[in-house]
């Protein structure tokens, strides 16, 4: 939690739950970003988080944007971004977004099936276009799984068809999978996706750009390695391939710009003792899965978490959502020990919540309002 | 699909995705359940679908309301409910929202362990009180988990407290889970609350109210047991326990009320074959799991799905939600086929969608707008 955010939360002690974004901080984890890939151009994956606040900022630092659909696209515009500057990263896009994004100016576009190129090409005639590719996703705690991607074979079939269709076949890109802590799994698939490259080239398309996605892992309980670690095994692999003929590269950081720049500030609404554990008390809190921690499904994403009895003697706790719903779990497996002081009425702080929490929020289930936000 | 939805979508074809429930539906099913379990004062579960137009009919057909939160309450007693016919059933209550639903004129609530009745006896003074126990929830395709409910024991004590408190020990509460397809669940569950009622009243408590929970099944892609086979399995277990001497018995049904009154209006956004698997297509909704389908998650909930090329070949696909989420996919492992025909901008039905979709929706993840909705 930065100076800033204690200071808000003291001073104002806003309404729970609610989010509170320190505008600032992610300023400093986009310049951190830079700084250590100065080769790559940032698009920062606006479904993160596209609060205004941050997306004007990051138009002010020369950032460019990975959207996911036409809305977040309109956002990015609202912001001031230039049309050249978004991506529609998205590999699924209705046929009418797709016109509706071209009409807009902007000519980039993500692509994982023919029949998805079959749109681009009707739709967005001229455009660059770049294929994705499946890759491992081993060492991500949020992994993307089998529904984006196509082989690399299927994949040089359709960048040669891109071009016969009249689009530009500017790319390839790649995602090892959401807070990936392994710095080998960027290694890898820029080996695997760099032979693609490289063959493509080869067979006659003007091939100039590597998509290397994001996935960049935060601290939440657990410490991982640091930017500068990702920075040279990146560096590293495209040398080892491209030698000097480096590719443009394309990096699209969510989490790790707006990740630790945020904290959920909650109310704790009941403590028990129900006589079905040994000794576990369960902590339930006025913020859910379905309140906006979507990302503890599974138990995959473990946020810190500080209370007003930090120092004092703790004990085992399992930590659940307001709902009267029964997947509205965040920690029951997952050892957490929290202070054995805490009570109903107490205002805690979930750490490390700025990315994929406001917007994952449901609209009203069980009647609860969507969370606050406070852009500071 | 009832005949009103049918002609509704053929008419007006409103923008996708959106949900459009028959109300009259709704009505049908709550006369259902009446004439099925004459004896049970029904108390609809809010939380399943809090629609005013459907709050609204209820009050017409005099059901009371099971409420998750003051919102809720406060819905419901917009909609015209009486406040003595809304239980706050949530075991999960802030202190606040106690204080504020007693205002309101609510005597009735939930609990499960001895720090929620102290708030209840500091904010509710003298309320009608009922205890919730842990049962088995085995043959439920949304179990409950361990969340909610204590064990017979601490009940016992519980209740006995809750007399000293100054409340009013009304009666004892379980819920076998949601889309509970074993009547023999209700019988098992009743059996066991039944020994510590009649040990409670022994004890000198003047307990009046057993609370069956809701979780009677609705019909997606299988079978299953008519409402009359549960009503049956229950009143015989009611009555081998309490032959004539029967108390007050309360559900309180949320799916099976407004479950199969629904249907999800959905475009197909991208149907791809991308060379990964063997002839699995994957189909792209412009609805998933964060549009409101969560009930999908670990593919829980399967729901009968209707295309306009039904009747022709089908084939093998995985089915997932319109966002960059690896985790917005509906089905992967069950099996599904849907027709070979079935193209990018076909308007497709999830049908059985009434519950648990308007409200989970995500207030916009990854750009895009919550599910319309149409009450008819």
Redo the contacts between chains.
């Keep these: 939690m930065t100076p800033k955010i204690a200071r808000y939360l003291a001073e104002q002690s806003p309404a729970t739950p609610c989010l509170v974004v320190d505008v600032d901080r992610v300023e400093e984890r986009y310049r951190a970003l830079r700084d250590a890939l100065p080769l790559a151009r940032i698009y920062y994956?606006?479904?993160a988080n596209?609060a205004r606040e941050i997306l004007t900022r990051l138009v002010g630092l020369g950032s460019a944007f990975d959207?996911?659909?036409?809305?977040?696209i309109?956002?990015c515009l609202d912001a001031g971004a230039r049309p050249a500057d978004v991506s529609f990263?998205?590999?699924?896009?209705?046929?009418s977004n797709i016109a509706r994004a071209f009409a807009a100016g902007v000519d980039m576009f993500a692509f994982?099936?023919?029949?998805?190129l079959e749109?681009l090409a009707r739709h967005a005639p001229g455009s660059r276009v770049y294929c994705r590719l499946?890759v491992e996703?081993e060492g991500a705690d949020?992994?993307?799984?089998?529904?984006?991607?196509?082989?690399l074979?299927?994949a040089r079939d359709l960048m040669l068809r891109a071009r016969d269709l009249g689009l530009d076949p500017y790319g390839l890109s790649f995602h090892v999978?959401?807070q990936q802590t392994a710095t080998g799994a960027y290694e890898a698939a820029i080996a695997r996706v760099g032979m693609l490259f490289t063959d493509l080239k080869a067979a006659g398309l003007d091939l100039r750009m590597i998509n290397l996605g994001g996935g960049f892992p935060i601290r939440y309980r657990d410490d991982v390695p640091g930017i500068d670690r990702f920075a040279l095994a990146i560096s590293h692999a495209m040398t080892e391939h491209f030698g000097n003929d480096l590719p443009e590269m394309i990096v699209e950081p969510g989490r790790f710009i707006v990740g630790d720049a945020g904290v959920v500030s909650s109310?704790v609404?009941?403590?028990?003792?129900?006589?079905?554990?040994d000794g576990v008390r369960?902590v339930?809190l006025?913020i859910g899965r379905?309140g906006g921690l979507?990302e503890t499904?599974g138990e995959a994403i473990r946020y810190g978490i500080r209370t007003p009895h930090d120092g004092t003697a703790t004990g085992p706790v399992?930590i659940?959502g307001?709902?009267?719903?029964?997947?509205?779990?965040m920690y029951?497996k997952t050892p957490y020990a929290l202070p054995l002081g805490l009570?109903?009425?107490d205002r805690i702080e979930l750490l490390s919540t700025g990315a994929y929490v406001?917007?994952?929020?449901?609209?009203?289930?069980?009647?609860?309002?969507?969370i606050q936000e406070h852009y500071i």
Aim: net charge negative.
């Design positions: 994956a606006v479904k596209p959207a996911a659909s036409w809305e977040e309109s956002m990263g998205n590999t699924v896009k209705k046929a994982d099936c023919a029949e998805e749109k499946i996703n949020w992994p993307l799984s089998r529904k984006f991607g196509t082989t074979d299927n999978g959401s109310e609404v009941l403590v028990s003792r129900r006589g079905i554990d369960w339930y006025d379905f979507a499904e399992a659940a307001p709902t009267c719903d029964g997947a509205d779990i029951e009570e109903s009425g406001s917007t994952y929020c449901s609209t009203g289930f069980n009647g609860l309002k969507p």
